[in-house]
């Protein structure tokens, strides 16, 4: 795409506590989206040294499991300590490599920082249990321990939180890793990759390997009887590859994938309020993000302000680099997401939707595709499923108006995925029957926002299974071994 001069080859492969320095010439490029520009090469670490970075996991594990409770947990505070020291470092290392604007860039770190936090602080209360046993006579003791090493799989859209929200629960609960960041965004992972012996981490706990042809290199992970568990963000298709993958060693997983979130706006909804929903649930992060309103379902009694107003606010929208203060939204990741966004806004219209509004682009180069509004209308007598439901990952919101309510909530439902999903009333009883009757492992009543750390995240059916933060993300890290002692 451009014509920049050939560069050093950086290292991507981490073991054992210190860089591989690359010997062949065997790299990939990442790309600036909002220029198409290179912004580094990063050397393909080799089979061997995928195999060498689970060995060093491997040999680790008994003793970082056997480090004390209290001692993980420093690490992991000193790590939550220089992530924020080093927040504008990461800021503009996100900015570069996955687009986003600086303010959800600086969001990601703060939010991927919280995790660091979150289980530095759940390390110390992993407790077990003992009592007698009922019929008497002997003792059980249940307790609980880590998992193992485990294979860290994460995406680009959040370059940092998806690896913390992983490593953070995994560390404390005494498992060693190996992480493969998205080859899109794998400059941020190295940044913290940077940190960890600073923060007091013994080598070889996480070890780091860079490819930009992952399945070769999973899938001969997923082989080695070293591996305890496959924790894995991306999408759908494959999620399902990995977890085959993993049946054939019933390696554990832990899958959070691709989303459909229904956005409800009920007919007594506050409007303004709503409106402000969908500008944080689809436009931060230009769409990109898993829990983006994918669908907005809008009852017609408020349909006219709503889109009056959301028209007004999208037409007003620039897409450009994530650094220039003018740009509302970013660009898109690569030039593949923006040819498919732009046959899928196509695709809609030919099925029903009429374009409402558009903004701006910027003429950088990059990936850039225009804040978008569309709209269409379902009477109650319309078959089911009216015009193309697909994964947006784009700043496009389709909006579908509702005669009917019970139609509104029945369609809303009406989804293979089961990640987020949005629900704006005044009536906090009426939202929360119709939470009830959606699918999915997270509800919003009354705004975008949903994710934090101290919540369980995570999906139902296709969007997944296990969940990261809160109390309950670490159990994914964590076997439960029983006990029993008799009494003589
Ligand atoms: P992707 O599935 O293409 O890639 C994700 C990661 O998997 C990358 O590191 C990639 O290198 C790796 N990968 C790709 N093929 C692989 C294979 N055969 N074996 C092993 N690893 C492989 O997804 P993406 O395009 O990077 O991310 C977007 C998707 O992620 C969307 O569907 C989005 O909804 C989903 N997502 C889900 C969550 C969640 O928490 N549920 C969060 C963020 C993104």
Request: glycine letters at 8%; hydrophobic letters at 45%.
């Amino acid at each position: 795409m451009d014509s920049t001069p050939p560069q050093q080859i950086r290292p991507g492969t981490f073991i054992d506590g210190s860089w591989r320095t690359p010997t062949g010439s065997d790299c990939f490029a990442v790309h600036d989206p909002a220029t198409g520009k290179d912004l580094a090469h990063v050397a393909e670490s080799t089979l061997d040294e995928a195999d060498a970075a689970l060995a060093a996991a491997a040999a680790v594990q008994t003793s970082w499991a056997m480090t004390p409770s209290r001692t993980r947990a420093e690490v992991l505070h000193r790590l939550d300590a220089l992530v924020r020291e080093r927040a504008a470092e990461f800021t503009a290392l996100i900015v570069a490599e996955a687009g986003k604007r600086v303010a959800d860039a600086r969001a990601e770190v703060s939010y991927a920082a919280d995790f660091l936090r979150w289980y530095a602080e759940e390390a110390v209360r992993l407790h077990g249990r003992f009592g007698d046993l009922p019929e008497g006579g002997a003792t059980m003791y249940v307790s609980r321990r880590p998992v193992g090493p485990c294979l860290v799989l994460t995406p680009w859209n959040f370059p940092l939180a998806m690896i913390t929200r992983k490593l953070a629960p995994a560390l404390a609960a005494g498992c060693t890793a190996v992480v493969k960041p998205s080859e899109a965004t794998p400059l941020t992972c190295f940044l913290l990759t940077d940190l960890l012996a600073e923060a007091g981490l013994p080598p070889g706990v996480v070890n780091v390997v860079s490819t930009a042809r992952p399945a070769p290199l999973s899938e001969r992970l997923l082989a080695d009887p070293a591996l305890r568990k496959v924790t894995f963000t991306g999408s759908t298709a494959v999620g399902r590859t990995l977890t085959r993958q993993a049946a054939d060693r019933m390696i554990r997983t832990s899958m959070e994938l691709g989303g459909d979130a229904p956005f409800l706006v009920l007919g007594d909804a506050e409007v303004e309020a709503a409106v402000t929903g969908v500008l944080h649930a689809k436009f931060r992060g230009s769409g990109q993000a898993c829990t983006a309103a994918n669908r907005i379902l809008v009852a017609s009694s408020v349909a006219e302000e709503f889109l009056g107003e959301l028209g007004a606010r999208v037409a007003a929208m620039h897409s450009g680099p994530g650094d220039d203060p003018r740009s509302s939204v970013g660009p898109l990741i690569d030039d593949r997401a923006l040819t498919r966004t732009r046959q899928r806004v196509a695709a809609a219209i030919d099925s029903g939707f009429t374009l409402l509004a558009q903004g701006d682009t910027a003429d950088t180069g990059g990936f850039f595709h225009p804040a978008t509004l569309l709209r269409r209308d379902v009477r109650a007598a319309d078959p089911a499923r009216v015009g193309p439901d697909v994964e947006w990952f784009a700043p496009v919101a389709a909006v579908t108006v509702y005669d009917d309510e019970e139609r509104l909530i029945t369609d809303a439902a009406d989804s293979e995925s089961g990640l987020a999903s949005y629900i704006f009333s005044r009536d906090l009883d009426r939202a929360r029957r119709a939470a009830n009757r959606l699918e999915v492992g997270m509800t919003a009543i009354n705004s975008g926002l949903l994710s934090n750390a101290a919540v369980p995240f995570g999906g139902v059916k296709l969007s997944g299974h296990g969940r990261e933060g809160g109390s309950e993300g670490i159990d994914a890290y964590l076997e439960t071994h029983y006990l029993l002692e008799k009494m003589t």
